[in-house]
């Protein structure tokens, strides 16, 4: 994807962070008008409203459908910010392109579908390969599907590219709706310097006490932009309330952001970053080290006729590490997470000379 151009909307240009807001549905004129004007007097230049939603169960709201997109055509002559909704097939997209949407997004569960996502992308070319378009991770965490996603945007000629980084579902409860495991996006940026990255913190907290916190991480984390769901009463939303705030309190949020010059770089920075390179090497060194011992473990083990895994030994050593750890202020559940990884090298290690002749 060498060749992307700008998203080229307003609100969109360098400097500064992209900002998204809209309700998660379009549900009523009044309730969509009113959001955006609300949202536009303060400063909003791209209005979000879903038409089509993608419900996990049937039976909950469903979406008002194409008669939602006169009214995102009311809104931009009322207010004239730009709009977008979100696709999901192919009538999707002609509707929404024969009706005038500005920008199209891909959301999370069409994304992971690369059936659905050639024949969008195969009908966005045919109709307005202008047109800019956001993807968003899919609902698991592959890196490889979601660049897939947007390369079938890109070899069928769509070049106003971004992605959105919406977290990824998990089983069971956790303090986000979608967790983030930032390390997704900050591949996909490192693969593609070009790209931009809009962070949706709505859909990652679940919650609204989280949307401000969020949002300052992934500005501080260089992310692109944001887009957050703003609705004008969001206790009666018909999709997603709780995570829903109002354009005053998105105001306030946004208000209180601070954004950091990504470009410049101090003296003092360049010298921690040149700290975090060495501790790194010496990190890679110990561990290339570890592993030695761990082999001629092994060939010990191999010549005495040992099992390789003594689970006595590997419980003490999680043991006295994590709690070395954690007087160092490191987290515990961290230290154990990383002393599982080197435990399984080693094992792997100690199996190839194990099945050496
Ligand atoms: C949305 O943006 O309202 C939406 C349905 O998002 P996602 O695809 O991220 O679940
Ligand atoms: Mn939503």
Same mark, same amino acid.
């Given at each position: ?19 998204? *807001? ?23 230049? &791209? ?13 909950? $709201? ?5 008669? %939602? ?8 002559? *009322? ?11 192919? *009538? ?5 392109? =024969? ?12 994304s992971a579908n690369p059936f659905a996502m050639q ?14 378009? @956001? ?8 890196? !490889? ?15 106003? +590219?971004?992605?959105?980084? /919406? %977290? ?6 956790? @303090? #986000?709706? =979608? ?6 996006? $900050?591949?996909?940026?490192?693969? #593609? ?31 692109? %932009? +944001? ?22 309190? +998105?105001? $306030? ?13 101090? !003296? ?12 790194? =090497?010496?990190? &890679? ?14 060939? #010990? ?17 999680? =043991? ?12 515990? !559940?961290?230290?154990r997470t990383v002393l599982a990884a080197i435990h !399984?090298?080693?094992? /792997?290690?100690?199996?190839? &000379?194990?099945?050496?002749?």
């Open positions: 994807m060498k060749q992307l151009l700008p998203l080229g909307l307003p609100g969109t240009e360098k400097p500064g962070p992209i900002i998204i *807001a809209g309700p998660c549905s379009a549900e009523t004129l009044e309730q969509t008008m009113s959001t955006a004007l609300d949202l536009s007097r303060n400063g909003i230049k &791209i209005f979000r409203a879903g038409i089509w939603k993608p419900r996990t169960k049937p039976g909950g $709201f469903e979406g008002i459908g194409e008669k %939602g997109l006169c009214w995102l055509s009311e809104v931009k002559k *009322a207010t004239g910010m730009s709009t977008s909704t979100e696709v999901a097939t192919k *009538a999707h997209v002609e509707a929404a392109i =024969n009706a005038g949407i500005d920008m199209l997004w891909i959301g999370a569960r069409t024949e969008i992308a195969d009908t966005i070319a045919k109709l307005n390969p202008d047109i800019p378009v @956001l993807v968003k991770n899919p609902v698991n965490p592959d890196l !490889e599907l979601w660049i897939g996603a947007l390369m079938r945007l890109y070899n069928a000629g769509v070049r106003r +590219l971004g992605a959105i980084h /919406r %977290g990824f579902s998990t089983y069971g409860k956790h @303090l #986000y709706r =979608n967790v983030p495991q930032w390390e997704v996006p $900050f591949e996909l940026a490192r693969r #593609y310097s070009n790209l931009p990255i809009i962070c949706d913190p709505s859909h990652i907290g679940g919650k609204r006490e989280l949307v401000g916190p969020l949002s300052q991480e992934a500005l501080d984390m260089g992310f692109d %932009g +944001l887009i957050i769901e703003s609705h004008c009463n969001p206790d009666c939303a018909l999709s997603d309330k709780s995570q829903q705030v109002t354009p005053e309190v +998105l105001n $306030f949020i946004l208000s209180t952001l601070v954004v950091r010059d990504q470009v410049q770089t101090t !003296e003092n920075l360049a010298m921690l970053r040149r700290q975090i390179d060495s501790l790194d =090497n010496q990190l &890679i060194d110990v561990l290339g080290r570890r592993m030695a011992v761990c082999r001629e473990i092994g060939q #010990y083990k191999k010549d005495h006729r040992m099992t390789i895994v003594q689970a006595g030994r590997y419980d003490s050593i999680m =043991n006295s590490r994590v709690e070395a750890a954690k007087k160092i202020g490191m987290d515990g !559940e961290f230290m !399984e090298e080693s094992v /792997r290690q100690q199996l190839e &000379i194990l099945n050496r002749r």
